[in-house]
């Protein structure tokens, strides 16, 4: 018994330092990348906030080309930072319900 609680401990030990690479270490902040790798779904409300806001900042700017650098989940909304383009970076707020709230550059920040 006491090999089969060994051999256990030993193979939980091996996959938390396999999987300790897959977690980026970003100074502790509790932000999702567009790379997120697959090991860590993506909350669905969280999701549904990206979804949001990337049609929000499509709308607002008149840009297709938008793609999520990072999202930061929370109950009472979850900011979402976007790319616009080559070089606009954007905020947005998205809420549970598919609303979206706080569009703006931060490039150029205030402007739209």
Request: aromatic residues 4%; glycine residues 12%.
């Amino acid at each position: 018994m006491k090999i089969k609680k060994l051999a256990t401990m030993l193979i939980f030990g091996a996959m938390n330092t396999a999987l300790s690479g897959c977690i980026e270490m970003d100074g502790g902040s509790n932000t999702a990348s567009a790379e997120r790798p697959a090991a860590f779904p993506i909350d669905p409300l969280e999701a549904q906030a990206r979804t949001a806001c990337t049609g929000a900042v499509r709308s607002t700017t008149g840009n297709p080309a938008v793609s999520v650098i990072s999202s930061s989940f929370s109950e009472a909304g979850t900011e979402v930072i976007l790319r616009v383009g080559e070089t606009g970076t954007w905020r947005c707020i998205g809420y549970r319900d598919g609303s979206t709230a706080g569009v703006m550059s931060i490039t150029n920040e205030g402007t739209l």
